[in-house]
């Protein structure tokens, strides 16, 4: 069983940064991918960005330039930094990380951008 503990959620200004943490623990070696989604009020969960074991990157185009998904392997950590934050960012934040075919999701954080 793979356990995520989300951090680093809040309230930020326009313009702002925030930086997400994801660690997952559990009996668990080699997670295959870690990523990023979202989902605002109203709207469908989205992917904002994902990283595999070896460091390759995906990101949604509206957060591209912006946003940088990086991973520890020895921490088991994901992380997102995030710059120039919009009040369209603002979302709860999921965290979720591939593990030996199944998948498992953080219980999200908020993130509250102001204008």
């Known amino acids: 069983q793979v356990r995520l503990v989300e951090s680093g959620g809040g309230l930020v200004q326009a313009g702002g940064s925030l930086r997400l943490s994801c660690a997952a623990s559990?009996?668990?070696?080699?997670?295959?991918?870690m990523g990023w989604y979202r989902q605002a009020p109203g709207k469908q969960r989205e992917l904002v960005a994902t990283v595999t074991r070896g460091g390759s990157t995906n990101y949604a185009d509206s957060v591209k330039a912006r946003f940088t998904i990086s991973r520890d392997n020895a921490k088991n950590t994901v992380y997102l930094q995030m710059n120039s934050l919009k009040p369209e960012d603002t979302a709860v934040y999921f965290c979720?990380?591939?593990?030996?075919?199944?998948?498992?999701w953080g219980q999200g954080t908020q993130i509250t951008v102001s204008s």
């Open positions: 979720r990380v591939a593990y030996r075919g199944s998948l498992y």
């Open positions: 559990g009996n668990i070696f080699n997670i295959d991918f």
